[in-house]
């Protein structure tokens, strides 16, 4: 059944739009082209029962390489017995009579998407109505559904253009000469590691950085050292929390900017020198952190469509330029088969996420087990990212972090000591070029630092720089539509003979 059905108003639709643009298809090839590309709904942007198995036939002749006219169309819908669904060849007739000639089919079609987007909005409403009076209905897969379906609506409504080669030669060549004035030739989010920026350039827009490593050897810490610094240089983020809650991340925070408390001491509330007069000296030594522009969000058993929806929001709300994920295995993604699937369906969740908002995705991951049971140094490898080979072939960048220490190595093979270092191993780079960097790390208090003097941090780049590329929609007044296709239909909206 049509959930519309039962709604007492009539949805959102304009019968000459779709005249309008159906008639266009039928006689002008560069407007058919242009349509078929910038109605993304397909058939379902069209309301009016007899115009989508007539879109629906244009689609399928052009896809086949046929050509798109009123006598295939007529073919093509007798041969399917869709002839009378379609409104019958006088019908057809009258959008070819009638059809609008110049350029203002992308007009036209991007008004349509807005009301195809604004009838599904609706039909998402009624539907949530419904199975909100349903008392077997789980409400975190409720909210899931929810979230999903806005992602999938926003999605159909971002026109994305076409580039030339020659077009985007003049910005290429700008950005270049830009990243020659980087302090440390930084283009991306710096990460607080000079010695991983040098690899980087800084963490670059639209990349899915993995950051995988055994339990307990130092992700979340990881995360905290390059979110932190990149906060306070001016660039906003936000780090989904899956695992600890927003305060258990404030105070491993707090831990790591003192350098002198562990988390679990301060959780404890454990000063065996000072006690409470020392506790209460914290709040006044973290004030830096309150120039940290970092959004928290910690809801469990998160969904990707959650997670994408609400990146989304946090981007056009506050510009965020990156985002960490703490950690992927906690997601949930699409039921629908394995549980390899389901991580792949994270995995290719997180990419879209980065390239749709044009930001980093930094996204923690487990390592399997297959670690523990090699000799030798125990170095971890591409095979052994847990449950899913799709988090190797989604991410841009796979980084391996490896501590000595972890497996009671204390020299490396040159006999020199190996204590409170952390191996930062660059196993997949896209973009650049594979690299092993030491780092120094104390997890005792949960911090990165480079053993050696770090280049200066880059000025943020301005906003549209990180924005989503996306074109705006160039929307006329209804009335201007009205005006334009007024002449070619009567007052009840029949082509006019």
């Not at 987007?117 to 009624?126: D, I, Y």
């Not at 999903?148 to 000469?177: F, K």
């Not at 639209?206 to 810490?221: C, E, F, Q």
């Not at 924005?467 to 005006?483: A, C, E, F, N, V």
Request: charged share 20%; proline share 6%.
């Amino acid at each position: 059944m049509n959930p519309l059905e039962n709604y007492s108003h009539l949805p959102q639709n304009s019968i000459e739009l779709e005249r309008a643009v159906l008639g266009v298809m039928l006689t002008q090839p560069t407007g058919l082209r242009e349509a078929l590309e910038l109605l993304r709904g397909g058939a379902d942007t069209f309301y009016h029962p007899p115009h989508r198995p007539l879109f629906t036939a244009i689609q399928r002749l052009n896809a086949t390489g046929k050509t798109v006219d009123y006598y295939t169309v007529g073919q093509y819908l007798a041969q399917v017995g869709k002839m009378q669904a379609a409104g019958g060849s006088r019908y057809i007739q009258g959008l070819l009579a009638k059809a609008p000639y110049g350029t203002g089919i992308a007009d036209y079609c991007q008004y349509m998407n807005l009301l195809w987007g604004k009838r599904r909005v609706g039909v998402l409403m009624h539907q949530l109505t419904k199975d909100a009076a349903d008392p077997t209905t789980d409400l975190s897969d409720l909210l899931a559904s929810a979230y999903a379906t806005i992602n999938q609506i926003q999605e159909g409504l971002q026109v994305r253009g076409t580039y030339t080669l020659s077009g985007l030669l003049d910005q290429v060549a700008e950005e270049i000469v830009a990243a020659t004035l980087k302090p440390g030739g930084i283009t991306g989010i710096p990460s607080g590691l000079g010695s991983i920026d040098d690899v980087t350039g800084g963490w670059q827009p639209s990349d899915l950085i993995i950051v995988a490593a055994r339990p307990g050897v130092g992700k979340t810490s990881f995360a905290l050292a390059n979110a932190v610094p990149a906060a306070l240089a001016g660039y906003p983020g936000a780090i989904f929390n899956l695992e600890m809650s927003n305060t258990q991340m404030v105070r491993k925070t707090i831990a790591t900017e003192l350098g002198e408390y562990s988390t679990n001491q301060l959780a404890k509330g454990y000063f065996p020198s000072g006690g409470v007069e020392e506790a209460r000296t914290i709040r006044d030594r973290v004030t830096r952190l309150e120039q940290a522009e970092i959004y928290l969000e910690d809801t469990p058993g998160l969904s990707i469509g959650e997670f994408r929806a609400k990146a989304a929001r946090l981007k056009a709300e506050h510009d965020i330029r990156w985002i960490v994920v703490d950690y992927l295995q906690l997601m949930t993604g699409e039921k629908k088969g394995s549980r390899e699937q389901e991580i792949g369906s994270i995995s290719r969740g997180l990419k879209l996420t980065a390239k749709e908002l044009n930001v980093p995705v930094i996204a923690l991951s487990q390592l399997s087990r297959a670690v523990e049971s090699r000799g030798g140094e125990k170095k971890p490898m591409l095979s052994d990212l847990r449950e899913s080979g799709s988090i190797e072939q989604d991410a841009d960048v796979v980084v391996f972090l490896y501590r000595p220490e972890y497996y009671k190595i204390k020299e490396d093979e040159m006999g020199e000591s190996v204590a409170d270092t952390t191996e930062v191993i660059f196993a997949k780079h896209r973009n650049g070029p594979l690299a092993e960097v030491i780092v120094g790390s104390t997890m005792k208090n949960g911090r990165y630092f480079d053993l050696e003097p770090a280049a200066p941090v880059a000025e943020p780049a301005p906003a549209e720089h990180f924005g989503p590329r996306i074109l705006p929609l160039k929307l006329p007044s209804l009335s201007t539509l009205r005006t334009a296709t007024a002449s070619h239909f009567s007052d009840d909206g029949a082509p006019v003979s």
